[in-house]
């Protein structure tokens, strides 16, 4: 299986991250610009972010690609 991950940058402050992909949906995380994240492709216009929380579980958050730029 290809990793298809990427590193992308975000592009403008106040960017939150999202429990389905919707900007309708409820708010998960805050990002102000300049913030590294990793990114996996889903759908388009969206990218899945999978952090992992303190007790170790992954959790699935989803962020516009409108609102990150990819790192090379």
């Known amino acids: 299986m290809?990793?298809?991950?990427?590193k992308a940058m975000i592009k403008n402050n106040d960017v939150y991250s999202y429990a389905r992909p919707?900007?309708?949906a409820i708010k998960?995380?805050?990002f102000n610009e300049g913030d590294e994240?990793?990114?996996y492709p889903l759908?388009?216009?969206?990218f899945e972010l999978r952090p992992v929380d303190i007790d170790?579980?992954?959790n699935t958050e989803f962020i516009a690609e409108s609102e990150i730029s990819f790192v090379e």
């Open 2 to 6: 290809v990793d298809s991950k990427k």
């Open 22 to 24: 919707s900007k309708n």
């Open 28 to 30: 998960v995380n805050h």
């Open 37 to 39: 994240i990793t990114v």
């Open 43 to 46: 759908i388009k216009g969206w």
């Open 56 to 58: 170790g579980i992954m």
